[in-house]
C-alpha cells in the first residue's frame, strides 16, 4: 500500500533523484513537479508521479500537489538564475507573488513561495529531511592540512562571506591573501571560481557558507565534483565550507579529486 504523499519540488542536479529514493526508502509516495530545462528527466523513474512545468508556472504547481494529496513539499535542486530575466513564463498568481516582493532575492522569493503554498495547507519541509548524512561534518576532509597562511585567509573568507550574506547576495567569495578576489553574485558558484582564478591566479581559496538569515528549508550552499573540478581548473588551493550547514555530494569521489588536484578541503 503507498504511504503518504511526498511533493518534491524539483530543479537541477542529483539532489532531486537522491531526495526521492531516500524519501521512497521511508515508505513515501512521492509527487514531483518538475522544471522544464532544469530537471534531470531521470526523475521520472525515481517517483510515483511527475507534472512538468516551467519556471513561473505557480499555480499549476499547486494544483499538482494539490490533486495528488500531497500535505507536505520539499524544495531540491537548483534554478539557474539568470532565467529569471528570460525563459519565464508566469502565471497570474506568480504575478502576484512577484509584485509583493520588495526585494527580488534568493531568499526573500523563496520564503514568499513557501508562505504561499503553506497557505494552501501544505508545509514545506527541510530539504535534508532525509538525507542529513549528506551534510558536511567538521574538520579537515584532505590528508593535506591547510597552512598558517591559509587559515588566514579561510576565517578572513568566512567573515567577508558571511557579510555578502547579510545581504542575500550569495554564498561563494573567493579570497587571496586577505583579499576579496570575486563574489558569487547572478552566475552562481562555478563561474565565480573561474573568475577568482582568472584575478588572483593560483592559489587563491574559495569560501563557502550559509547566509546568517538563512531559511534552512531551502537552499543550502552545496559543493561536488564539480566544485573541485573548477577549482583545479585555475589551481585553487583551499575550498573551505561550513560545516553542518553545507550539502556535500559525492563525498568520496570529491574528496579523492581533491586530493589528486591538490587542493585542501574543509569543513570549519
Known amino acids: 500500500m503507498a504511504g503518504e504523499a511526498l511533493g518534491i519540488v524539483s530543479g537541477g542536479g542529483q539532489f532531486p533523484l537522491l531526495c526521492a529514493r531516500a524519501a521512497r526508502m521511508q515508505g513515501r509516495r512521492i509527487v514531483a513537479v518538475a522544471h522544464k530545462g532544469e530537471t534531470d528527466p531521470g526523475l521520472e523513474k525515481e517517483v510515483d508521479s511527475i507534472v512538468w512545468i516551467r519556471l513561473g508556472q505557480f499555480n499549476r504547481l499547486i494544483k499538482a500537489l494539490k490533486k495528488e494529496g500531497a500535505r507536505e513539499v520539499l524544495f531540491a535542486g537548483t534554478i539557474t538564475k539568470k532565467r529569471i530575466f528570460k525563459d519565464v513564463f508566469p502565471d497570474l498568481r506568480a504575478v502576484n507573488l512577484w509584485r509583493r516582493l520588495d526585494k527580488r532575492l534568493d531568499d526573500s522569493i523563496l520564503r514568499v513561495v513557501a508562505a504561499e503554498i503553506e497557505s494552501e495547507g501544505i508545509k ?13 561534518p567538521e574538520g579537515v576532509l584532505t590528508r593535506k592540512k591547510p597552512s598558517g597562511e591559509q587559515w588566514r585567509d579561510i576565517r578572513f573568507g568566512f567573515e567577508m562571506a558571511r557579510k555578502i550574506g547579510e545581504l542575500d547576495i550569495g554564498q561563494c567569495i573567493v579570497v587571496k591573501d ?91
Open 124 to 136: 514545506v519541509l527541510p530539504s535534508t529531511v532525509f538525507l542529513k548524512d549528506l551534510i558536511a
Open 178 to 268: 586577505r583579499c576579496v578576489i570575486a563574489v558569487e553574485a547572478l552566475e552562481g558558484t562555478d563561474r565565480t571560481i573561474l573568475r577568482g582564478g582568472e584575478l588572483g591566479g593560483e592559489g587563491t581559496v574559495v569560501v563557502k557558507v550559509c547566509k546568517p538569515s538563512q531559511d534552512t528549508r531551502f537552499d543550502l550552499p552545496s559543493v561536488g565534483l564539480g566544485t573541485v573540478s573548477s577549482m583545479a581548473g585555475v589551481k585553487a588551493s583551499v575550498l573551505a565550507i561550513e560545516a553542518g550547514g553545507t550539502l556535500m555530494f559525492d563525498r568520496e569521489e570529491t574528496i579523492k579529486l581533491a586530493e589528486k588536484s591538490g587542493i585542501i578541503l574543509v569543513a570549519a
